[in-house]
């Protein structure tokens, strides 16, 4: 059996203790530990090491004291889980002020958090994406669904409980298909891209869309296609997934097949789409294709891209 493959934001190497952080008193015990550290997010970007661009520095996350941190963010933090034993928090700071030009001054900088996944080792951008979605899930969900009381945190951020109704609310992901279509009717196989008016010059990726209530992934898949390009699926594979904190989705790859090169972009989510043959896209893997740009590193569909390049198939 071999190993899953490890996308960008996978692989969080901490023990979440999710058995065991509903626990009140047990989480002040991890919070009064004297090895307890946080990372720290500004807005939604992580702050990195000081060392970045020195001589042998290597990119990091920056790890504080929870006592420190908590004196720069009081009462904004959550447990993350634990690493070795130690417990592992995350605190972030809002407002327009760069922290790191104040109270964190000299301790490094803060990156956006894409450019952050592309500087950051695989587990370190994993902690950070995760501390990021449950952040932006704290802030939109501050108040109770049923009843509209202010909710408060509970089991170390991972729930928000209503004081009033007493209803529990818990962190949602949000899952969605992403899928590179092949066809193999013509005289060679190709996949397809295809690219949205928004992004920069030449940038393409897979197509991609929302599961809805009550459908399945291979249904999702199929009606993306067909709304999207105009193809009909015949069909599904699976290949990786991944955790994508914008804010908080699960992006399931997936390559599948389609009965007809004959696609059509739906001018709606997309303005063009291409077949690309496996050198074509090898090519566009390389920065070498005339014309299209493949889907930046940190992403899942360069992954489908590289795997369908190297072999895998529906």
């Not at 904004?76 to 070795?84: A, C, D, I, T, V």
């Not at 529990?168 to 969605?176: A, Q």
Request: proline share 8%.
């Amino acid at each position: 059996m071999s190993l899953p493959v490890l996308n960008t934001f996978a692989g969080n190497p901490l023990d979440r203790a999710g058995d065991r952080r509903d626990d009140a008193d047990w989480l002040v015990e991890q919070a009064t530990n004297p090895e307890a550290v946080a990372l720290v997010l500004w807005e939604g970007r992580p702050l990195i090491e000081a060392s970045l661009g020195k001589e042998g520095g290597e990119p990091r996350l920056a790890w504080l004291a929870l006592d420190h941190a908590r004196a720069v963010v009081p009462d904004r933090e959550l447990f993350l889980g634990l690493w070795k034993g130690a417990p592992c928090f995350a605190v972030e700071v809002e407002g327009s002020a760069d922290p790191a030009a104040g109270p964190l001054a000299g301790l490094g900088a803060f990156h956006e958090m894409r450019e952050a996944a592309a500087l950051l080792p695989g587990p370190d951008a994993a902690m950070a994406g995760t501390a990021k979605s449950l952040f932006d899930w704290r802030r939109r969900h501050g108040f109770c669904a049923a009843c509209g009381v202010e909710t408060e945190t509970g089991c170390g951020g991972w729930k928000r409980v209503c004081p009033a109704c007493r209803i529990e609310h818990f962190p949602r992901v949000d899952p969605v298909t992403i899928m590179l279509a092949i066809y193999k009717g013509g005289a060679e196989p190709v996949c397809l891209l295809g690219r949205q008016a928004a992004w920069p010059a030449g940038r393409m990726s897979a197509l991609a869309g929302f599961l809805e209530p009550g459908e399945t992934i291979e249904a999702a898949c199929a009606r993306e296609i067909e709304e999207e390009a105009g193809l009909t699926v015949t069909a599904v594979r699976y290949h990786s997934s991944q955790p994508w904190p914008f804010p908080s989705q699960l992006m399931i790859g997936l390559v599948c097949e389609v009965d007809s090169d004959d696609a059509r972009p739906d001018q709606t989510e997309l303005e063009a789409v291409a077949w690309l043959t496996r050198d074509e896209a090898r090519a566009c893997l390389a920065g070498t294709h005339p014309s299209i740009k493949a889907p930046p590193k940190i992403a899942i569909a360069r992954t489908l891209l590289q795997a369908w390049v190297d072999g895998f198939d529906v």
